[in-house]
């Protein structure tokens, strides 16, 4: 038996104690777990209906970037159904990525820091990315990219910077049904948060976490391009930059925005 297989038998148990019922869909190779997680969504699959892949072989990141995803990776998806207003659900971005940043920060002992919207750092490398898409009527998919046990020479390099995986940094690797349980109970509790009236604890978190709260940075919205310092985040997601005529200005974590720290 290979000792981290990412099955049905090994996640489950994992996850018995959590809040929501979560179910188990485990595949071997995959287009992608989020073109999956949509789908059944679309087809009326309940909240907490869990896609996970050893490889994906179409992966995606936000703007339609592609997301390598070899084998030793935990890349998975799952439908949630928050009945919140859209504006609200923007905000689930966020939930996810303090979610994947706590986890590996204390699963795996890394310093994590999150670059708005949607990335997770570790010493200045990629570890991890996180989407949230509009599904079917009123679901969302939530899709987590973690480059766990992925060796170092199977790494992909992105464009301006460089990516790295929890066994480059640790030197070991990592139980990866226990980290994705991990990320799950994360997310779980700050989710349930978020759509109660109590966002501050949420926002508090994020700011610790940031790699650019009280940065220059340049926003890229569709055509318009805005510089400023990041001078917070609202509940919706969003940042807000102060310009440098003094006025602010917030910007949205949507599938189109791209942000860039000034040095
Ligand atoms: P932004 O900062 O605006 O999010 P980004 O370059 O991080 O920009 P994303 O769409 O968030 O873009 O992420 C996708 C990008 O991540 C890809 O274009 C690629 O450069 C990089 N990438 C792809 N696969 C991996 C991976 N397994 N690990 C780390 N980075 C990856
Ligand atoms: C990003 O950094 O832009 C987000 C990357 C999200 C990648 C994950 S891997 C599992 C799920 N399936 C996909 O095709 N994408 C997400």
Not at 43 to 64: I, K, Y
Not at 133 to 144: C, N, R
Not at 160 to 170: I, K, L, N, P
């Amino acid at each position: 038996m290979i000792r981290d297989a990412l099955t049905e038998d090994s996640i489950l148990p994992l996850l018995r104690d959590l809040r929501i019922r979560w179910r188990v869909r485990a595949y071997g190779s995959i287009v992608s777990t989020n073109d999956t997680a949509k789908w059944l969504a679309g087809s009326g699959a309940p909240e907490g209906t869990l896609v996970v892949a050893e490889t994906q072989t179409g992966g995606r990141g936000r703007r339609g970037n592609a997301w390598e995803s070899p084998p030793g990776g935990l890349w998975f998806s799952f439908v949630v159904r928050p009945h919140l207003p859209p504006d609200r659900a923007s905000g689930l971005c966020v939930v996810a990525a303090v979610s994947v940043a706590r986890t590996v920060i204390d699963f795996a002992g890394l310093s994590a820091r999150i670059k708005w919207p949607n990335d997770v750092f570790v010493g200045g490398r990629k570890l991890a990315g996180v989407m949230v898409m509009s599904a079917a009527e009123g679901a969302l998919v939530v899709g987590v990219g973690i480059n766990a046990n992925v060796p170092e020479l199977e790494l992909p390099a992105p464009a301006w910077y460089e990516a790295t995986s929890v066994q480059r940094e640790t030197g070991e690797s990592c139980d990866r049904a226990a980290l994705l349980a991990r990320v799950l109970a994360e997310f779980e509790s700050r989710y349930f948060a978020y759509r109660g009236p109590d966002h501050e604890g949420l926002m508090e978190e994020w700011r610790e976490l940031s790699l650019v709260i009280g940065e220059a940075v340049t926003a890229t919205v569709g055509d318009e391009t805005v510089h400023g310092t990041v001078f917070g985040i609202e509940e919706d997601g969003g940042i807000v930059l102060r310009l440098a005529d003094g006025s602010h200005r917030k910007v949205l974590p949507t599938s189109d925005v791209t942000l860039s720290v000034r040095k």
